[in-house]
């Protein structure tokens, strides 16, 4: 576990560049994969939410995986 907080933390400092240019790139990563966006933000439980919820849309029902997708997109764009 160790570990992966390392990771995170790596993560974080090297694609969130300063205060005023963190919107963009997670919602960039968040349309390849859901869920990085938050992630790369620090928000661990919608990262974990937005990933597999869009998983089980998508194996579900087509249309609530793309809906939980474009959620994940806009929230990693605005979340701070």
């Known amino acids: 576990m160790p570990y992966l907080q390392k990771i995170f ?3 974080k400092e090297r694609l969130i560049m300063n ?3 963190k919107h963009g790139v997670p919602a960039l990563l968040s349309l390849f994969i859901p869920g990085l ?3 790369i933000k620090g ?4 990262a974990i939410i937005a990933f597999f919820g869009t998983i089980v849309g998508l194996m579900l029902l087509i249309i609530p995986g793309i809906f939980i997708w474009l959620w ?3 929230d ?3 979340s701070n």
């Open 9 to 11: 933390k790596l993560l």
């Open 19 to 21: 205060h005023n240019q």
């Open 37 to 39: 966006g938050q992630l």
């Open 43 to 46: 928000h661990i439980g919608k």
């Open 72 to 74: 994940n997109i806009y």
């Open 76 to 78: 990693a764009y605005n």
